[in-house]
């Protein structure tokens, strides 16, 4: 079987259907057999004008990251199109009107910027919609048929995407879609001359058992579910919002209760006190709320009251970039506040894993009676892929509670000094188990205690507790050649983990020896792997999407040697053909 290894952009403005088209274009090639891998970028504003591109890789092998260069770019506003050149490869395809309702000044017309190696599909894609319909609203359809025409893709599979995509609206909205997309479709095939080498006819990949299309901040709610969430408790901020809203739906379903706060100090101030009553509690922000969240993180830490927080990064500081991605927030959440307040931190790799990173936290968080933090970012939470359906988490992770024992309540101790740092909690109303609980240093009943003596051995308690939580941590992930010494080693965290692991896929068919290592687990960090990983690579390189190489400093502190950095703000997901142009240079 032909390997196909395709990006199409689809390129338009806010209110053109962009994001509609790449979606329907994702799950259909999905249910084709295909891997896929979108991720869309669009303006910040509400409801703007601006520039949206629906980007999607489509593979018949493994997909790690969505690739940095398009192959295909369809151009449904051609002043927008015209910047979205650059990410054209010089041999790429590009199709446009060619007939506009109004004719173009000089220099606007898209056609006008393609270089001179790339093959250029001129269809008249709002004539066509005007035909279909009796408006251009239909453009985006037309132009997927004009897609699936020069590529040979299955007419009756794609339709059916796109009665599917609409299945919800009224019949006229359904018809003048697909008659839509015939329109481009006949049109092209009757009147278009084929110069590229693209064919989909006859290619379907073995589809083997049942895939999810879904994203990341979809995965978090279904995990948080499946994990026995209780309590949600938020405020709605980009890109985090979408959680907050499916689980308003589906959380009452379980027996939860969701409560939409007034602001982000709420939020926290309500899930500490569902944490404190028993219930598993989680909220959902990103940074300019995750700042706002810290007093209470400090008061989960010191009165030990489980906690869940999912970050979802966006371009930084402040309000900064809403929809833009950024893997910025590393140090807030690891260090933000005050005193030695130490925090698990989770960092889910890929969309997959941020259903293990949300059952993980929200067990963690209650076995260890304390604040856990995932951290994912704006590419994670939205970008789609299809995925094997996870597993569902077994019982010993639905109830974590370390419970007293009736000795125990004979003279219950809540912060009891264990071996292990984790004292039996007892849940209000526990017959015997009543306790002071305060943000104040304390005794091991919960009473204040200023004394030195007492914070030095409570706070000895704390960390014993948190450097255990190791033993819960998920296994570190290492890819590439198995060999005992490489010459670059790629150290990658949370959504860049995916391009690094492509990177070294492709360094080693050009003869570098080289390796990848991640860890989900960021805060406490699993040390003696990382060392042991560091000390089989001659160079090593850490990829990360903030300015100051904030996980680098860290990890270099960890292994005590130089490492060469790699950093990127643009607001676009680490691309793994980056990472490789710097092993190259390496």
Not at 53 to 80: E, M, Q, W, Y
Not at 454 to 462: A, I
Request: include cysteine; charge should be neutral; glycine fraction near 10%.
């Amino acid at each position: 079987m032909q390997d196909i290894n395709l990006v199409v952009e689809i390129c338009g403005s806010a209110g053109e259907g962009t994001i509609s088209a790449g979606e329907i274009l994702s799950r259909f090639m999905s249910g084709q057999g295909f891997e896929i891998m979108s991720f869309d970028s669009y303006p910040a504003e509400i409801r703007g004008f601006g520039k949206c591109v629906a980007h999607t890789r489509i593979s018949t092998n493994p997909i790690f990251s969505p690739g940095k260069f398009s192959d295909v770019l369809i151009s449904l506003n051609d002043k927008h199109s015209i910047s979205q050149l650059s990410s054209l490869k010089p041999d790429g395809i590009l199709i446009y009107d060619n007939q506009p309702a109004k004719p173009h000044e000089e220099d606007e017309s898209v056609v006008g910027w393609a270089g001179p190696g790339m093959i250029s599909y001129g269809v008249p894609l709002q004539m066509l919609a005007n035909k279909a319909a009796g408006s251009s609203r239909g453009i985006n359809m037309v132009a997927l048929g004009a897609m699936a025409a020069l590529f040979s893709m299955d007419e009756a599979g794609f339709i059916h995407s796109i009665m599917n995509r609409y299945s919800k609206k009224k019949q006229i909205v359904i018809d003048s879609n697909v008659n839509s997309f015939k329109e481009g479709y006949n049109w092209t095939k009757e009147n278009i001359k084929k110069s590229d080498s693209i064919y989909f006819e006859g290619i379907r990949p073995e589809i083997r058992g049942e895939k999810l299309i879904i994203n990341g901040n979809e995965l978090v709610a279904r995990a948080a579910l499946d994990a026995n969430l209780k309590f949600y408790a938020g405020y709605p901020i980009t890109p985090a919002s979408k959680i907050m809203e499916i689980l308003s739906r589906e959380l009452p379903k379980h027996g939860g209760v969701l409560l939409q706060t007034e602001d982000e100090i709420a939020a926290i101030g309500a899930v500490t006190g569902a944490g404190f009553g028993g219930k598993r509690a989680m909220t959902a922000t990103s940074g300019p709320g995750f700042a706002l969240m810290t007093e209470f993180t400090g008061l989960s830490h010191m009165a030990e009251v489980p906690a869940v927080i999912v970050n979802s990064q966006r371009g930084g500081p402040s309000t900064g970039m809403p929809t833009k991605t950024e893997q910025s927030d590393f140090n807030a959440a690891l260090f933000s506040g005050t005193g030695d307040c130490p925090r698990v931190v989770l960092a889910p790799t890929d969309t997959g894993s941020c259903y293990k990173a949300v059952v993980s936290a929200l067990y963690i968080a209650e076995k260890y009676q304390t604040l856990v933090v995932v951290l994912l970012d704006f590419f994670l939470s939205n970008s789609i892929k299809n995925i094997d359906v996870p597993d569902k988490p077994g019982e010993e992770y639905l109830n974590a509670n370390i419970a007293p024992s009736e000795e125990d309540l004979k003279d219950y101790k809540r912060y009891k000094d264990t071996k292990s740092g984790i004292s039996p909690r007892a849940i209000p109303g526990t017959p015997g188990g009543m306790f002071f609980s305060t943000g104040l240093e304390h005794t091991e009943y919960g009473k204040p205690d200023y004394s030195d003596a007492g914070h030095l051995k409570m706070t000895r308690k704390r960390y014993r507790k948190f450097l255990s939580v190791l033993q819960d941590a998920p296994d570190v992930q290492v890819s590439g050649a198995k060999k005992d010494e490489f010459d670059i080693g790629v150290i990658s965290w949370g959504s860049s983990a995916g391009a690094a692991r492509e990177a070294v896929m492709s360094a080693e068919k050009e003869g570098i020896i080289a390796a990848a290592f991640s860890s989900m687990m960021l805060s406490p960090f699993p040390e003696k792997d990382l060392i042991a990983f560091a000390g089989k690579c001659k160079k090593i390189l850490i990829p990360e999407l903030n300015f100051s190489g904030q996980f680098a400093r860290y990890a270099s502190g960890i292994i005590k040697r130089p490492v060469e950095q790699l950093n990127f703000i643009t607001g676009r997901p680490m691309a793994a053909e980056d990472i490789l142009h710097k092993m190259r240079d390496m």
